[in-house]
Structures are given as C-alpha cells and as structure tokens.
C-alpha cells in the first residue's frame, strides 16, 4: 500500500486533475515552410544531403577528445550559408548520434523584427529539403504558461537562424521534435529559468549564433578567439558589455548560465571564419562550434533527480498497461511480454521512487492515484497505482473492458518532496516555479497535493494554491498560517504512445 507520510500510516493517495471538456477539434496542420532553401543551402534534398556529407568528411579530419562518463548538454552552432559556416558546422558530427535525442531546443537571434522576450512558433512542423521536424509540445507549453514567450508571425516568416540549422541536425540526429525559440532583449536568468524545466536526458539544447560580423581576417581572428575564451570560462558579464563579438549573445548567455547552474562544461569542436572558408579576408564573419557535456543525472537546486529517458518510460507505461489489461482479462501476448520483461530487467527501474498512475478518457480524468514517497522500487508502484487508480479511485466506478481501448494512461515519476520554507503567502506564490514544482500541503490530518501538470489549468500561483486549500478542506487563508507545511517535489511524465 501506498504511504503519503511514514507518519500518517498507509494511505492511497488521490490526486485531482482539472480536466477542461474533451480534446479540441482537429485543425489544418501548420507547416513552416523553408525560406532559404536554394539561397544559404541547397533546396534540393539530393544535393543538400550531399553537400553536408561531403562538409563532415572534412571535420571529421578533426581529432578532439570529449570527456568521458559525461552526456552531452548543448551545442553552439553556426547558421549562415553552408558554403560559409557549413564546414564549421560539420563539426557536430563528432559529437551527435542518430536517435540520441528525442527533443531539441534551439535558441536563436532575432535578425530582423526587433521583440522583447521570445518568439515561439505555433507551427505544427518546421519543413525542409529533408522532411518535416515536428514541433514538441513544450513549444505550446512555453507560449501557454509563460508570458515570455509568443508566437510571432513575421519572425516566423523571415528568421533564419533555426531554419538554416535544422538539416544538420536531421542527418545527425534522424528523427527529433523541436522546441525553436526566437530571442530578443530579455532578462536572461528569468529567460534561462522559464526555459530550464524543459531539459532532461533526452534533451539537446542549441545555440544558434555567428560570431564578429566583418572585420578584416587579423582582428577578426584575435577577437573571435577572445569571445570563444569568454564562452568556454562562461564568463556571460564580458560577453554582455561588449559589441560585435556575437549576433546570437542573447542564445548565448542564456545557455551560459544554465551551463553554470548544472555544472556542464564546454569544449571546444572547431573556428573558423568566411576568409577560411568561402569569402574574401577583408571583411569576414566568425563561426564556432562548441559542445557542452555534464552530469547524466541532471541536479535542481539541492534536489538530484534521477532523469529517466523516453524510451524507459515508455517501458514503465507499457507495464501500466499490461497491469491493467491483465486484470481485466486481456492479458499480454507471450513475445510482447518477452520484450518487456527484458526491458524491465534494467536496474534503475529499482530506483525507489513516488510514482503516480493517471488515467483519462477523451481528455477527461478517468482515475488517478499515487504515491508520494519513495517507499518501493518504481516497477512497483507502477503497477500498484495503475489498480489503485482504475479500481480504487473514490471518485469513479471501476474501469470495465469495455473502456480499455478508450483509455490512455500517463505515468509520473516523482523527486523526494521537500519543506518549502516561506513568510506568507505572498512569499510563498513568489517561490513556487509555475509548471515546474508539485506541491503538497498539510495541516494536521488535513493533506492535498497538485502535480506540476495541474499548472497546465491554474497557471496563476494564487489560483493554483487556491484550489489545492480548498482540496484539502481548507479555507484559502490557511496559507497565511504559521502551522500549514508546504512542501515541493518535480516530476517526469511519460503518455502513452499508441
């Protein structure tokens, strides 16, 4: 049985999600076309993918030596023309594999219509020679709980510091969705900290960033190598009170600072300038690559949180699903059983962890229970919590066969809660990060929590407090009490894949 608190003795654990009525209605896909495609890079797919591979057989002449036992974080690229920045750019190649990442966040400078903040494009797909790169749902998700962060059609229309990036990465990378962010003038430990709840192990952070823009080959060069020093000892005050070293310097300090928040470390793949290249030494652009390895275990402020990839949650969703089609007298065929069970063998799922099994129908809640400490391996309270959610949950009837098909389910892996220490509640809505911190509150016999992905419908702190007080028994000052215990825990979500 599931335990909210040692101390409480053994509970289940409800959680209530704020389900808004079903999914909407489908709309015409949103493609975003290619713009310079036959101007910086070939529009043909042939000659295009010919041009990149002829470009890496000539890094890969490089020799640079990466750390090992570190995971790579982030990339500053180039995105000028490929007869330019391409043999630059050809340097990822050393360092990204096919498949390693399922999400790739690029940051890019706003060239042309001048915003505050970000730009983040509502487009279902970005389209190049190549194919299309869907755009992940962080991408509504930064535009939907952050004011930050909208979408802007004219730099969608025009920009092409992502566009120009994006068939490197799919040569490389193969299939991945984008989260592509425009950047203009902002504030960038607040950009940095509303784009941090979106990394993890299977995410790709870019930068999209030419370096000095047309100064002669020498002092090009000694600049250049002054601005790549700046960046390696990720020294973002320099790069900040300077001109001319960087279009992307918005991309590029942000990056900075979540390189110095998580510890990654940056290398250095390969310089070069257009007088190198392409171009005439008179008036040269500076181009760098760089990479940046950290920690497998990505760690938020004094909390480590194991990250587990895509592809294990997707195991543990499968085991949710063969948990409850099992009871429900649909049990798993022999070969499908085989191949889960081998990827259950993997040792983190003994990671003892809080997990919460959510089950919906058409977008409605449907059942949800979990746990919140990590009394028992993961593998376990998946399984648990999908009975305890489909059988046990007070608010609904049992799930029957009938609704199997009709059921998606979505499981939640959960960091050790901690005490949130606050004066008020003002103070208190001050530091809880919007989208990113579940929360727990506790008053004598009294308990409730919200997952981080209730932010989704009460995206106000005082609203989404609010509830949670009124879900626990409470009145809604029972925040500006000394005695009310607030403690904050993060989360991995996995949905079903059908």
Not at 104 to 112: G, K, S, T, W, Y
Not at 236 to 263: E, Q, T, Y
Request: glycine content about 8%; aromatic content about 8%; proline content about 5%.
């Amino acid at each position: 049985m599931n335990r909210f608190f040692s101390s409480f003795g053994a509970v289940i654990f409800v959680l209530t999600l704020i389900i808004g009525p079903g999914a909407l209605p489908a709309r015409a896909r949103h493609i975003r076309q290619p713009v310079y495609a036959g101007s910086f890079y070939p529009a043909d797919a042939g000659r295009l993918k010919a041009l990149i591979v002829k470009q890496t057989a000539g890094a890969r002449r490089t020799t640079v030596q990466m750390p090992s036992q570190k995971s790579l974080k982030a990339l500053i690229l180039p995105h000028a023309g490929y007869i330019y920045s391409g043999p630059v750019t050809a340097h990822a190649a050393l360092v990204l594999q096919p498949g390693r990442f399922d999400k790739v966040i690029i940051l890019a400078p706003d060239h042309r219509i001048g915003f505050k903040n970000g730009a983040v494009s509502d487009a279902d797909a970005y389209a190049t020679p190549l194919g299309l790169v869907k755009l992940h749902p962080d991408a509504e998700l930064l535009r939907r709980k952050s004011n930050l962060f909208r979408s802007v059609s004219a730099s969608d229309a025009t920009e092409h510091s992502i566009e120009v990036i994006l068939p490197w990465l799919q040569v490389y990378l193969g299939r991945f969705k984008l989260v592509p962010i425009v950047l203009g003038s902002g504030n960038i430990k607040v950009l940095a900290g509303a784009i941090e709840p979106l990394l993890n192990n299977d995410t790709l952070l870019v930068a999209s960033s030419d370096l000095s823009h047309y100064l002669p080959y020498p002092d090009a060069v000694i600049k250049d190598r002054e601005t790549i020093d700046i960046i390696i000892n990720l020294e973002s005050g320099r790069l900040a009170g300077s001109n001319n070293r960087a279009c992307g310097k918005v991309p590029l300090m942000i990056l900075m600072d979540l390189a110095r928040r998580h510890g990654w470390q940056p290398f250095l793949l390969h310089y070069a300038n257009s007088g190198d290249t392409a171009g005439s030494r008179d008036r040269v652009v500076g181009y760098t690559a760089i990479a940046f390895y950290g920690e497998t275990t990505m760690t938020d402020s004094n909390v480590s949180i194991k990250q587990f990839s895509t592809q294990q949650g997707q195991t543990l969703v499968r085991l949710a699903r063969r948990t409850l089609n099992k009871k429900l007298g649909r049990p798993m065929d022999n070969a499908q059983a085989t191949v889960l069970d081998t990827a259950l063998a993997d040792s983190d799922f003994e990671t003892r962890c809080g997990t919460f099994v959510t089950l919906t129908i058409k977008g409605r809640l449907r059942g949800c229970i979990g746990s919140l400490e990590p009394d028992e391996a993961i593998w376990e309270g998946v399984k648990e919590n999908t009975l305890n959610a489909a059988f046990h949950d007070p608010r609904f009837p049992p799930v029957t066969s009938r609704e199997l098909d009709d059921i998606d389910i979505e499981v939640s892996i959960l960091t050790r809660p901690r005490v949130l220490e606050y004066t008020d509640g003002k103070d208190l809505a001050a530091k809880l990060r919007c989208g990113t911190d579940g929360v727990i509150i506790r008053k004598g016999y009294a308990r409730a929590t919200f997952l981080p992905q209730v932010w989704d419908q009460l995206p106000r702190p005082e609203d989404f407090l609010g509830h949670l007080c009124r879900k626990a028994g409470l009145d809604a000052d029972a925040l500006q009490a000394t005695d009310l215990e607030v403690m904050t825990y993060q989360v991995q979500y996995f949905h079903e894949q059908k």
